[in-house]
């Protein structure tokens, strides 16, 4: 996309949610200067097969949009909660900040 157009697009996305995922032609992360911080952490860049690139695939690019930064130190907390929970075969682990 030129970029007279990128304004256009982030105002577009910055309508979406945390969670939300997207499949670009355009890497997002281009949109952004240093002083913005892109909200959307880019997944990978698959290559899949396209009319103008049918053998060898085209690179797209997913990306998936990040909790605002209050709600991601919160739920990486609860991620880690249920990871150790997972790790233990499911049962709860006492924490040193728990009672006894």
Do not use: N
Request: proline share 11%; glycine share 8%; net charge positive.
């Amino acid at each position: 996309l030129p970029e007279p157009v990128w304004p256009r697009v982030k105002r577009l996305v910055a309508g979406t949610t945390a969670g939300c995922r997207i499949l670009s032609y355009e890497d997002l992360r281009k949109f952004w200067d240093a002083e913005d911080v892109c909200p959307f952490a880019h997944r990978g860049s698959p290559l899949l097969a396209s009319t103008w690139e049918r053998a060898r695939g085209h690179p797209f690019h997913c990306f998936e949009r990040a909790p605002p930064p209050s709600q991601a130190s919160a739920s990486g907390a609860q991620e880690s909660a249920a990871q150790l929970s997972m790790s233990s075969g499911g049962r709860e682990l006492a924490r040193s900040s728990d009672p006894p």
